[in-house]
């Protein structure tokens, strides 16, 4: 199975996700991450392995990058959900996947994305007092260099 | 009535006793650094003498210019105590040690008692520190070996007593005389009593595979952690001089004590004792730890029946 | 039950099968070195400090760009018959991490890597090196090559 | 009678930043009842170098050398791992000899890496030095190899991107099949030590059990994952480089207990010989290095791409803008997901097995906090 594939049965029972043109990954609406997480997992696909979280500082936006894994598939499947940089909030996947909680505390540490319903949502290789979100585009901090 | 001449002769056995303890330790941790670095393909010690044979002083005089650091929060009387408590039981028990045939400090007729009596009492001291320490390594590695001594004390003693069975006295100079025709640990009930005694020992004195008091990989140094200069050194001397009392009531109880052909009686002794350290170092170098709950099972499950059925075994024998 | 005395029996065996093992490290000799007075060869590619032949360097700055931790800083001049010359070459070893990128991307091979690696000191100031300096590393020890 | 009703006062245990075996700087905020763990939180960090945001400040060559402070113990696959991300990034292809060397010395460190994880998880089950010392000697022969092939030891900053530093230099061959010769029987040694030792056996079966499910939810990876029985290799299922012209095995365990982890571990060391005698074998005669290339410009794009490391899937995410520096670099540690599920394999466990799982997981900081 492709990604496209994938994708074709996203859309089915979602219709309103999309296709990033470059990458092929899935868009999906904030507000649809759930249920698109809860239907990956399903009997449908199986997604069982959230292999990873991430994000990318698009200056306008902030792209959350999921990357799902299914063992009995043996397939791998991108999703990505758009997030505004004001207000960059979207629910938590804990309850489907566990290994969502280290890595979303991650993101949030690092970008200052609010992952709601999040069992313990703290900073988790910054200190916790530590100002400001580093790998956002913007972050200042006087000890950092840019070297091009 | 002391006189003068007594009082003489008690100063200069005590000095000979103490100056022995400590050489021995400090040959004894020599040794061991030895013996782990050969068996870890490694050279050990090799600076200050021949083949670092005078490391254990250099340490020493290292540990003695140390500052002694009280950490905050201490229990002060215990914690200062705790050294004390653990050397001097370990130190007294060479009264009755037969190092020859007349080289003994004071034949007592309880001997054997004495010495199992007064090295059990070495635990207040490690407890103490535990206790004492205020910090919680330190007091899980105390608990450890309250339990831990208190559960191997049973075996110990049984397997002993299959031997004063034999030998029929607790004097540590007649259990030697009664071996004349043959050593103990010849006889089948006596050799599994031999091991017995051995594990229990090694458990006893702390000593890996049963180094949980002071287990590096989790507790950090156990009761000890806190403790720096002199005071640390005296647990070091304290471990090493039980490791020695224990070889040696081994040797005395099971390998005929100082009876040996050609050689002279204390020369045969210090041969036995120092293999059976050996033997221990060795074990020391090769095995994982046991877990603490495993410990108490093997002293309940395993070393107790054993060590109870062979007295059983043995008393069989001597009825018959 | 069965397996207690199964154990109690088997067991023993293999922990002397463990004995036997560190018996034979016992006896086999020591692999380790004296290190003061014993000392390793470095091999041909040993990555130490970096160094420099200033008559083959032709001042492209390549290594200064590439270089990922900022460690090297170079200046030249017009010398006297118009022919651009080193000015300074600084080399602040604090931050170098020598992954030996500079010598490798250098066309000419006049940065290359010596083998020193006794590099401790006690001064900050001697971290600071300048690469000109013909004696820079006279005083640190040269080990030999493989 | 049953024990587990009984409680004693809970004793809070800060255990590291500086302990003995934590692997580096981690701190566990143990919760025990008596000697058992109730809770366990993980604080992790304490070497957070940010490296995700010194990758958007370099270029694409100069992150070369940051990838070996990644995972250093496993240097080389972490070169070789981010260099194919970029590869992939770039639609470059290898000369086939730099793809052999590639698979020689990544497998070559994978066996110092496992050979490390063996030492140290004895050491934390308190088979003091000994079993470190012989895996250490074992893991400087390795790294004497290296030293010859690329100059270092421990960061070794060899793979391009396109290929290689150096080309294998002349003899080294001979050394990697002595070292091969030499390494076999040193695995019996470890054997006898400690795989049927009683005392190991009583300290790492049924103990820290991580079922498939979990692990797999977990997003677990590596040999932690194998020893919960899924026969999952990305060397074998998604094969990268030349791996799918060699022949080894995947070993895998049953319970996923610590026993298995080890056991696991110790025979990928043999599969790792064999793909090692194999690549030696077959390595073509080609040109296999590259320069070191100070102005790449991938187009603007993203890539994701993961390899086989010793602790798990390392997985690189560049996001390029089509400029010399990367716009994203995420680096996906395996260790960072093992310790994840360090909480839940220590609940109910004695605070002697916490190291020891710890240890069987084969975390390392370097990775962890990047």
């Not at chain 2, 647990?235 to 009531?249: G, K, L, Q, R, V």
């Not at chain 4, 791992?81 to 994978?110: G, Q, T, W």
Request: charge should be positive.
């Amino acid at each position: 199975m492709r990604q496209s594939k994938v994708f074709e049965l996203i859309k089915l029972k979602f219709p309103q996700v999309s296709e990033e043109d470059l990458t092929k990954a899935v868009i999906v609406p904030q507000e649809l991450l759930p249920a698109v997480a809860n239907y990956l997992k399903g009997q449908d696909l199986s997604f069982d392995n959230l292999h990873c979280i991430t994000a990318v500082d698009r200056l306008e936006r902030i792209e959350l990058v999921y990357i799902f894994y299914s063992f009995k598939n043996r397939q791998q499947a991108i999703v990505k959900v758009y997030l505004p940089i004001d207000a960059a909030e979207v629910e938590s996947l804990t309850k489907f996947y566990r290994s969502a909680d280290w890595f979303e505390r991650e993101v949030y540490d690092l970008f200052g994305v609010k992952f709601l319903n999040h069992p313990n949502l703290a900073r988790i290789l910054n200190p916790q007092d530590w100002k400001g979100y580093p790998l956002r585009k913007n972050y200042t901090n006087p000890n950092l260099i840019r070297k091009p | 009535m002391v006189t003068l001449s007594s009082l003489i002769v008690m100063v200069l056995v005590v000095s000979a006793v103490l100056g022995f303890i400590s050489a021995s330790a400090m040959f004894l941790i020599w040794w061991e650094r030895k013996v782990s670095a050969h068996i870890q393909t490694r050279f050990g010690p090799m600076r200050v003498g021949w083949h670092g044979v005078l490391q254990p002083i250099a340490d020493a005089i290292k540990l003695l210019c140390k500052e002694d650091i009280v950490p905050v929060g201490v229990d002060k009387w215990v914690w200062w105590l705790a050294p004390f408590f653990v050397t001097v039981p370990a130190v007294m028990a060479f009264v009755a040690i037969p190092f020859g045939k007349n080289l003994i400090v004071q034949d007592l007729n309880l001997g054997i008692l004495y010495i199992i009596a007064i090295t059990s009492t070495g635990i207040f001291g490690i407890f103490m520190a535990g206790w004492g320490s205020n910090n919680k390594y330190s007091l899980l590695g105390g608990m450890r070996s309250a339990a831990q001594i208190i559960s191997y004390e049973i075996p110990l003693l049984i397997s002993i007593i299959t031997v004063l069975l034999f030998s029929g006295s607790l004097s540590m100079q007649k259990i030697v005389t009664a071996q004349a025709k043959y050593w103990f640990i010849l006889n089948p009930s006596l050799f599994v009593a031999f091991f017995v005694y051995i594990i229990s020992a090694t458990a006893e004195v702390n000593r890996a595979p049963f180094d949980l008091p002071e287990a590096e990989s989790e507790l950090v140094a156990g009761f000890h952690t806190e403790y720096s200069g002199m005071k640390f050194a005296m647990f070091f001397i304290a471990e090493y001089t039980n490791m020695f009392t224990i070889s040696a009531i081994a040797a005395t109880l099971f390998l005929g004590g100082w009876r040996g052909p050609l050689l002279p009686g204390p020369v045969w002794f210090l041969i036995k004792t120092y293999t059976i350290i050996f033997v221990l170092m060795w074990v020391r170098w090769t095995f994982p730890r046991v877990r603490v709950d495993q410990l108490m099972g093997f002293a309940w499950k395993v070393l107790t029946p054993i060590s109870l059925v062979n007295l059983i075994i043995a008393g069989w024998f001597i009825l018959k | 039950m069965k397996n207690y005395f199964k154990r109690l029996i088997f067991g023993p065996i293999d922990l002397i099968k463990g004995l036997i093992v560190t018996f034979r490290n016992l006896i086999t000799p020591a692999i380790t070195l004296q290190y003061p007075t014993q000392k390793q060869a470095m091999t041909q590619r040993y990555r130490g400090l970096i160094d420099l032949y200033p008559v083959k360097c032709i001042m492209c700055s390549q290594c200064v760009k590439i270089c990922p931790t900022n460690c090297l800083a170079l200046t030249h001049k017009e010398g006297p018959d118009k022919k651009k010359e080193l000015e300074s070459f600084k080399y602040k070893m604090e931050l170098c991490c020598f992954c030996g990128l500079c010598a490798q991307v250098c066309p000419t091979a006049a940065l290359y890597m010596n083998k020193i690696y006794e590099i401790a000191t006690s001064n900050r100031k001697e971290l600071e090196i300048n690469l000109l300096n013909p004696d820079k590393y006279a005083e640190w020890a040269h080990p030999t090559v493989r | 009678m049953k024990m587990s009703n009984m409680h004693s006062e809970q004793l809070c245990v800060n255990m590291g930043p500086q302990h003995p075996s934590t692997h580096g700087v981690l701190y566990l905020d143990l919760r025990l009842d008596g000697e058992e763990v109730v809770d366990c939180i993980t604080h992790i960090g304490y070497l957070h170098r940010s490296m995700e945001k010194i990758a958007e400040n370099r270029t694409y060559t100069q992150f070369i050398p940051f990838t070996d402070r990644l995972d250093y113990v496993a240097s080389m696959n972490n070169n070789l791992a981010y260099v194919l991300a970029v590869e992939k990034l770039l639609n470059l292809d290898v000369p086939e000899r730099a793809k052999y060397i590639r698979v020689i010395v990544a497998e070559l460190n994978r066996i110092a890496s496992h050979l490390l994880a063996i030492g140290t998880f004895a050491q934390d089950l308190g088979a003091f030095a000994t079993p470190l010392f012989y895996c250490f000697r074992e893991r400087e022969k390795v790294i004497e190899i290296f030293d010859e092939v690329c100059g270092n030891r421990l960061t070794y900053n060899y793979m391009r991107i396109g290929g290689v530093q150096f080309d294998l230099p002349e003899g080294i061959d001979r050394r990697i099949k002595d070292f091969i010769k030499y390494m076999r029987p040193k695995i019996n040694d470890y054997e006898g030590l400690l795989t049927n030792n009683p005392i190991f056996l009583e300290r790492t079966k049924n103990i820290g059990i991580l079922s498939k499910e979990t692990a797999i939810n977990y997003s677990i990876t590596g040999p932690n994952l194998r020893a919960s029985g899924v026969q999952w290799d990305l060397r074998k299922d998604e094969p990268y480089l030349v791996y799918d012209k060699f022949e080894f095995a995947i070993p895998t365990g049953k319970n996923g207990d610590m026993w298995d982890r080890y056991r696991v571990r110790m025979d990928e060391l043999s599969q790792s010989l064999k793909i090692i005698e194999q690549a030696i074998a077959g390595i073509p005669e080609a040109q296999a290095t590259v320069k070191a290339g100070r102005m790449i410009k991938p187009a603007a794009g993203e890539v994701y791409f993961r390899a086989e490391s010793p602790r798990g899937e390392l997985g690189f995410y560049i996001v390029s803008d089509g400029s010399v520096n990367p716009y994203r670099l995420k680096i996906r540690a395996p260790s960072f997901s093992n310790l994840a599920v360090l909480r839940e394999l220590v609940k109910g466990v004695k605070v002697a097995d916490v190291v020891g799982i710890l240890g069987s997981l084969d975390i390392l900081m370097g990775e962890i906090d990047r």
